[in-house]
């Protein structure tokens, strides 16, 4: 499929990208490119899961625009915060098409990057496992249950980082993720290669994929297995597992006529983590909610916050050191029909010219222990990391 003219806002903006710059989103063995002149939406999105709120009538507006204009059936595509009172980063592309992703060739991914003059991690080891510390003294003085608290490693290159070939790097070393490029108003670029599907909708049905608790795995197949088998039996994982569903369940329950969720989570690999997850289909009352409303309802969830959630919010803006921004918000695509498909924005980065900010996150529980959820977003960052060219 594809789309042709729409309304043009932004001009700044859109003056400093040209045609050749693309949107991309890969799920499963399709690709989803998008280019040409855009509609930069970036009203927040809280309340956006009420389809009458000034994000959602907003987005309407310009998909209604672009259908106007020629469009069949236009979409909506980008990313939106973590924090959702911050601008989202959303386009109405002039075109868009659905490809079969194209099968990893040999020595895709094997590229260099300029040589690293310097990195930082914010917090450091020290800062971040204090800041451990305090929230686990606030499970225990009031009522927050969990919290994620994250870090970013900031890397400066020699000269600017070739961002299609870190795409690739990506691609070759987690071909199963749902990969994604966004421009960024300030020139950046948002990559990364997700494992955690938020929401995907088509028609009335529609399913979620948190993902809550996890271990490094190990090249040694013996060990890697045990490490996943001890990953299942993990009281403290499993309550951490258990937060996310629960609250998920009570956000979905009353908009589904149906809903099936699975008693226990099993077991899920990426190259670096064993996850446990929970996949959850279920079928809506009112099928015209979107894809795009559904996914507001649901961000954040307790896999990326915390519960209560304001609560856990307010806790992560104390102790972490650093703006979120994209990081934990949500990236995808809804089209002017509802149905889409939008997953948490985790190992990912940002890309400015020679610098390349890396985030990574952990979540926090009463069982949780400083060193052990520090050495856990050492290794989420892998993946990136690899990507860079900088084994952890």
Known sequence: MQARAITICADEFLDSVGAKDTIL??????????????????????????????????????????????????????????????PSCLYVPQHYAWCEREAIRQGEGEGSLPALLDQRSIPDEPGFKKAVQQAILNFRHGDIRKVVLSVMRELRFASNVDVDGLLDSLRAQNSNGYQFRIPLPDGGELIGVSPELLLRKEGERFVSN??????RRHPAPEADQAAGEALLQSQKDQYEHRIVIDEIRRLLEPHCSELAIPPAPCLINTPSLWHLSTRLEGRLRDPDTTALQLACRLHPTPAVCGTPTDQAHRLIRFVEP????????????????????????????IVERDVVRLYAGAGIVEASQPEAEWAETQTKLRTMLNAC???A
């Open 389 to 391: 060219g900088l084994a």
């Open 322 to 349: 650093f703006e979120r921004g994209l990081f934990t918000g949500m990236v995808g695509w809804c089209d002017a029909e509802g149905n889409g498909e939008w997953v948490v924005t985790i190992r990912c980065g």
């Open 210 to 215: 948190p993902l809550a608790g996890s271990a």
């Open 25 to 86: 989103f890969s799920t499963g063995n399709r690709e989803l490119r998008a280019s040409g002149a855009r509609r930069l939406i970036d009203v927040p999105a809280r309340g956006g899961e009420d389809g009458n709120s000034p994000f959602q009538r907003v987005v309407r507006q310009a998909l209604d625009e672009a259908r106007a204009q020629g469009q069949s059936n236009p979409i909506v595509m980008g990313a939106i915060p973590f924090d959702m009172r911050e």
